[in-house]
């Protein structure tokens, strides 16, 4: 089976590079790391890996840590999003098993 992930997913930057995109320092990205913001892979040789995806949100975090919040703060909001997701996931996974015992195609409200 084909890898899934998309191009925007894949850890294929190095932390060089991703200070050049971001124009964040090497050290700033580490501490980012350090607070549970970012999650990097590493290499076998122990290089870090960042995506595209990881790029942005680094854009993020660095725009809010510009507007004065604090890393704890920007953790606990990823958190919480992280949380809502899942219950969405769960609530479409529940509405689908729903529709499909009932034989209901597009939904809920739906002939």
Do not use: C, W
Not at 31 to 54: M, N, Q, V
Not at 63 to 88: C, F, P
């Amino acid at each position: 089976m084909a890898d899934e992930t998309t191009y925007k997913d894949k850890k294929v930057i190095t932390i060089g590079i991703v200070s050049e995109l971001t124009g964040l320092s090497e050290r700033q990205i580490r501490y980012y790391e350090e607070r549970k913001l970012i999650f990097p892979e590493r290499t076998p040789g122990g290089s870090r890996k960042y995506s595209f995806a990881d790029v942005e949100l680094l854009m993020e975090i660095a725009n809010k840590i510009e507007d004065g919040v604090q890393t704890h703060e920007i953790r606990k909001e990823m958190i919480r999003a992280q949380n809502n997701l899942n219950k969405e996931v769960k609530r479409k996974m529940i509405q689908g098993q729903l529709n499909a015992q009932f034989g209901i195609r597009n939904g809920p409200f739906s002939k």
